[in-house]
C-alpha cells in the first residue's frame, strides 16, 4: 500500500512515516505544500492521503476537493480539534477526520478505516459534531480558511485587534471579514458571531461554557 503523508513539518512527516511503515508495511510518499502535493497525489495515486489542513500556499481545506475529485481517499490530520474544521473538511469529501492529539493505535484504526472508504472521525470530534449538529448545519462551506481562523480566535475570547495582531493584518481588515463571515452564516449581530464560534470550539457547549 501507498500513503502519501502530506504536512509542512518534516519532523512530523518522519515520525508518522516510521509508525506507518512498520505497523502496516506501507509505502511512504511525502509532500509538504498544496502543489507538490497535489502533484504527487495525481502521479502516485496513493490509496490514502493524510493531509494536515496548515499547508504553505492555498492550504489543505483547498487541496481535499481536488483529491475527492481525482478519486482519492482523504483523511485529515490537523492540530485543530474544533469541529468547524471537521464539518468543513467532511463537507469538502475527506473521508475522516482526527486531530493531532490522537494516539497511534486510533490512528492506525482511522487509517485503516479510511483506506476502506469508511468515514472515521475521532470520538472527541464526534461527539461535539452531534452536540452542535444544528450550528454545524449551517453553511460553513461557503467559509474560506482565513474566515474559520478568525472564527476560532473569536471563539477563544479573542478581540478583533488581537486577532489582527496575530494574523499581521489591519484591525479594518479582520473586522470586515468578520462582517462577511456574519452575512455567510446568517448572523446578525457580533455577539451573535463570537456566541457561535464559542459553540463550535473543541469542549465549548452552546451557552458558551467550556467542558469541564
Known sequence: MNILLVDDHTVVRAGLGQLLSASLGATILEA???????????RARPD????????????????VPRLRDAGLRVLVLSM???????RRALDAGATG??????????????IRQAMGGQCYVETPIATLLDEHRDVLGRDFGRLTARDLDIMRFLGEGRSLSDIAATLGV???????????IKTKLGVARTADLIRLAIATQAGGTMDGRGAA
Open 80 to 86: 485543530h480539534a474544533d469541529p468547524i474544521y471537521a
Open 48 to 63: 490514502l492521503v493524510v493531509l494536515d489542513l496548515g499547508l504553505p500556499g492555498a492550504g489543505g481545506l483547498w487541496l
Open 170 to 180: 489591519s484591525y479594518k481588515t479582520v473586522a470586515n471579514t468578520a462582517g462577511m
Open 32 to 42: 509538504a505544500d498544496t502543489p507538490t502535493a497535489l502533484e504527487v497525489a495525481l
Open 97 to 110: 477526520y482526527v486531530s493531532k492529539t490522537i494516539g497511534a493505535d486510533d490512528l492506525l484504526d482511522a
